[in-house]
């Protein structure tokens, strides 16, 4: 069987795609006699853009779009004027979203020259693929990849009728699978869920011509007939079943079952490097490797975080074991000559501070590696992560209020999110975040403190900006109406995307729109104009504390923050002790015995005014009852100290 396996925009240009180089491998493995080839048709769309706009839609353009309009579909709606066969479609509906929602004006240009290349794009991709005589092509999608997808697909029909086309990925977890397939008749086949024993019993049937009743979620056309449900609503032999003439489209059940780590291979990426080495599009981006150590989630096993719906229907957590981990990254990072190593793990397996981390950093490699993890790592493991090579982590901070994050269900403290910032910059790790809001439950009086304090933060890591928070399937605010969200329906970007009912997008999509919940008004504007002005003053403003000289018992604060007298401060005594205990955070009542316990002579009042004085002067985060020092880590200079510029 010749095997063509696809992945096409807006999947990110100097990423090969972890699941065609899971599928190819694993067929390798399963089924050695196909001929699997792949389709970087998200490289094809940048090196397209790249020609025929003589140069001005650079891969930059793509990647912004491919990256930022993820919550106003405006990367499938490139593409939706060739899935509809209408040049004119969705262009007012698009214009009218841009005007509500204040969309930049250049992002709407760029996106309408994209457009105009959509059809001869997609024209081309068939000619390419249908090149090779294929029996079978599988689409991987997720996020902004359905549409285009979905208008390759149907060319491909049109001109190979006989052709098997099957779809997977996330955007096909669940309902969403079931909602794509009876809704595109074009489209055979829908894995729902993992595809690493699906496909290939799929594949088996194609081969002895049987039908894949028996593959768990697998969606499928019944030539048979029979009486089902159809995209009007009506009601017929059961939910699994809809009409397209005479044929029914069948969703399997799902099954409860995950694919073990021990049968997701080591991801093959030969054909990507090739492409991406001969293309123009080399010239603009730095490749990295993907890899996979882990799916699921352990934390949401037990706290789904309220707001996310990421994990889909596959939250069980299972991890390769460390060693095996570090054995395909050393084997991709020899055989690709890549240092970049992006992990697609939503959580780090804690496991892997013990026999996967030290590996690494055992290794000699170079690395650079990007890895989500959880906020409340404490000093040891960054300094780990980061002497393993981790430059780029996604910690989920989500928040400095501890109350707003006990809503989300995050299990950390506002005050352990700002250590975690901390220490992130002492050791030149680079952290991306967002700060989300608009909650139900949440109160202007959880950001007040809050807001009050930003000013003093300008010195660490900002967040990319502030996010009222969307409905994502999935989580437990979409699935618990109880929560808050008890209306909701499809995001009106759907509209400039799908030519469908609303009941159908109800099925087919992530994202939803809902009631606002949480802060508004002049609380919510305050947060996005705090979170700005951090952003715009960041790069202009450090805060470091350092022992003057051999003295350990006396502590130099540098304050040169945008927005602050600059200024060095003097601290000595149990002062000095105080911001050294505080490095970790503590109530005032618990520094007070710390410091009696070292013989310290401080009262309980005078501690008090002295941590008030010190929350003044934005050395200090108060978090409830407790404080944290918010200056980088102690380390020893030589004392160079204007005495007229010292307080203390």
Not at 191 to 216: I, Q
Not at 339 to 354: C, Q
Request: one cysteine or more; glycine letters at 10%; a negative charge.
């Amino acid at each position: 069987m010749r095997v063509q396996l696809v992945t096409m925009p807006w999947h990110p240009i100097d990423l090969p795609s972890l699941q065609v180089g899971l599928l190819h491998q694993l067929l390798r493995q399963v089924r050695p006699d196909d001929e699997v080839r792949e389709f970087h048709g998200s490289l094809r769309w940048a090196e397209f853009l790249l020609e025929r706009s003589g140069g001005r839609l650079r891969p930059g353009d793509y990647e912004a779009i491919g990256s930022d309009s993820i919550f106003h579909g405006l990367g499938d709606w490139v593409f939706s004027g060739v899935l509809y066969e209408d040049d004119d479609w969705g262009v007012a509906r698009l214009q009218d979203y841009a005007r509500s929602r204040e969309l930049c004006g250049d992002t709407i240009d760029t996106v309408t020259e994209m457009r105009v290349h959509a059809a001869e794009y997609v024209r081309r991709c068939a000619s390419d693929v249908l090149a090779h005589d294929p029996d079978v092509v599988g689409f991987t999608s997720t996020f902004m990849q359905n549409v285009p997808s979905l208008a390759l697909a149907r060319e491909l029909k049109r001109h190979r009728p006989e052709l098997t086309i099957v779809f997977g990925g996330s955007n096909c977890d669940g309902v969403m699978g079931h909602a794509l397939h009876r809704n595109h008749p074009y489209v055979d086949h829908v894995v729902r869920g993992e595809g690493e024993y699906a496909f290939p019993a799929l594949l088996a049937h194609l081969d002895a011509g049987t039908p894949p009743a028996d593959v768990p979620g697998l969606c499928w056309w019944d030539d048979r007939g029979g009486r089902g449900r159809g995209r009007g609503g009506h009601e017929g032999d059961g939910p699994d079943g809809s009409v397209d003439g005479q044929r029914v489209s069948r969703a399997n059940t799902e099954s409860h079952r995950t694919v073990a780590p021990a049968d997701i291979p080591s991801p093959d990426y030969d054909q990507w490097q090739a492409e991406i080495e001969a293309s123009p599009v080399i010239e603009y981006v730095y490749p990295k490797l993907v890899v996979e150590g882990a799916r699921g989630c352990w934390w949401g096993e037990k706290h789904h975080c309220t707001f996310c719906g990421l994990n889909g229907t596959a939250m069980a957590f299972r991890a390769k074991p460390g060693e095996r981990l570090w054995s395909e990254i050393d084997r991709l990072v020899r055989r690709h000559r890549i240092l970049d190593v992006v992990t697609v793990d939503n959580i780090i397996d804690m496991a892997y501070f013990k026999d996967f981390l030290p590996r690494a950093a055992d290794s000699g490699w170079d690395l650079r590696m990007h890895y989500e993890v959880k906020s409340n790592l404490n000093r040891e493991q960054i300094a780990q992560l980061s002497a393993a090579g981790a430059v780029l982590l996604q910690p989920g901070i989500e928040s400095l209020s501890s109350r707003v994050l006990d809503l989300m269900d995050k299990g950390v403290s506002g005050a352990r999110n700002i250590r975690t910032l901390r220490e992130f910059d002492n050791h030149a790790i680079t952290c991306t975040w967002n700060y989300l809001y608009g909650f139900p439950g949440e109160t202007t009086e959880d950001y007040a403190r809050v807001l009050d304090q930003l000013p003093a933060l300008v010195h660490l890591q900002p967040p990319g900006g502030a996010h009222r928070i969307q409905l994502e399937r999935f989580s437990p605010h979409f699935t618990d109406p109880g929560l808050g969200f008890g209306k909701r329906r499809p995001a009106a970007m759907y509209q400039h995307v799908y030519e469908l009912p609303e009941d159908e997008l109800a099925d087919l999509v992530y994202l939803f729109d809902t009631e606002d919940a949480g802060i508004g008004g002049a609380t919510e504007a305050a947060l996005l104009r705090a979170v700005a002005q951090w952003r715009a003053g960041h790069g202009d403003s450090t805060l470091v504390m350092e022992t003057a000289g051999e003295d350990e018992g006396t502590l130099l604060v540098h304050d040169q923050r945008q927005g602050w007298p600059q200024r060095t401060y003097w601290f000595t005594g149990w002062q000095a002790a105080a911001l050294r205990h505080l490095e970790d955070g503590r109530t005032a009542p618990a520094l007070h015995r710390r410091l009696t316990g070292d013989e310290h002579d401080v009262s309980l009042e005078e501690l008090g005014e002295w941590l008030t004085e010190a929350v003044g002067l934005g050395l200090l985060f108060r978090d409830g009852d407790g404080r944290t020092h918010v200056a980088l880590p102690t380390r020893s200079v030589p004392v160079r100290v204007d005495r007229e510029a010292v307080a203390g």
